[in-house]
């Protein structure tokens, strides 16, 4: 593998200068690959008006192609934070209008492009902003084929567009998860609730490997909700990243009735209990069921 510059009348970044993961990768037997640090694109998904495209002006790399917006990732640049990075300086995406969903990482050893999956969660219009776009246009899922694609981003249309069927969605029973282990929480069934929530944040903004869900593409970042009951509904519930229901009665009847709720509009919705009764509730609701063992094991 060597690291080519690019050429002088390669587009620069936006605004200042370049940065040193604007280079050419150059595999041994000739292929180039752009991202001296890898790249990553952004597939920004709205429910009414489809997918994000960014139409590539005839001179850039596979050019007169429609890809997504993205492009080299900085050193030590986590690919979610390029994705989104990217697709604002190429299209204005704004990135708290985003909800990331999973990622999908093509890696082949020297080089690695991630795709960031995201939910519009406020609408906005693209605009472009560097030189390498010739139009940016928001295209129904159905009619995504029917363009000339970028062969990268064609290659990997078909599982991108088959995993977008899945929304996981992880709802916690707090009681049963934080009575699981004998650390003393019953001195303090609020404080320990807390410290479950912070944990759970970490675990919303951290995502879960695919294989942990079940799922295709490669790492998925779930809805990810709890349900406090009894001392516990004092727990600081200001928890990035995680929706908290406070039973009035009944922590069951309340995680049933959550519950009810996701399935349907979540796919796969997963709670988490080692409650055997409230297991076979939640079970014919349609949603699945982890222990509480499942969870701290991959809790931070």
């Known amino acids: 593998m060597t690291i080519e510059p690019p050429a002088p009348d390669e587009p620069r970044r936006p605004h200042g200068p370049r940065d040193p993961g604007d280079a050419w990768v150059v595999a041994p037997s000739g292929e180039k690959y752009w991202g001296r640090f890898g790249a990553a694109g952004l597939l920004a998904l709205d429910a009414e008006r489809g997918v994000l495209l960014q139409h590539r002006v005839s001179w850039s790399h596979f050019g007169d192609t429609w890809a997504l917006p993205g492009g080299a990732r900085h050193e030590g640049e986590s690919a979610r934070d390029g ?46 902003s560097d030189p390498e776009s010739v139009a940016l246009a928001w295209v129904p899922v159905d009619e995504v084929d029917a363009l000339p694609l970028h062969p990268g981003f064609a290659s990997a249309w078909p599982a991108l567009r088959a995993a977008l069927d899945a929304r996981p969605a992880i ?8 009575g699981s282990v004998p650390d003393g929480w019953w001195k303090d069934r609020a404080g320990a609730a807390g410290r479950l929530l912070t944990r759970l944040s970490a675990l919303a903004e951290g995502g879960l490997d695919a294989t942990e869900l079940g799922l295709p593409a490669t790492r998925w970042f779930p809805f990810v909700g709890a349900v406090l009951e009894g001392e516990a509904r004092a727990a600081d519930v200001d928890h990035d990243g995680v929706a908290v229901w406070r039973a009035t009665g009944s922590g069951d009847d309340q995680i049933v009735a959550v519950a009810e709720k996701l399935v349907g509009v979540w796919n796969p919705v997963i709670v988490v209990t080692s409650d055997r009764g409230l297991a076979a509730r939640v079970e014919t609701l349609g949603a699945s069921v982890r222990g509480a063992g499942w969870l701290r094991d991959r809790l931070d």
């Not at 709802?171 to 934080?178: E, K, M, S, T």
């Open 171 to 178: 709802l916690v029973d707090v009681a049963n998860v934080v």
């Open 83 to 128: 994705a989104l990075r990217e697709s604002h300086e190429e299209a204005g995406v704004p990135g708290d209008a985003m909800q990331a969903r999973f990622e999908s990482v093509l890696d082949l050893g020297i080089w690695s492009y991630t795709t960031l999956v995201a939910d519009v969660t406020a609408p906005f219009e693209p605009v472009i």
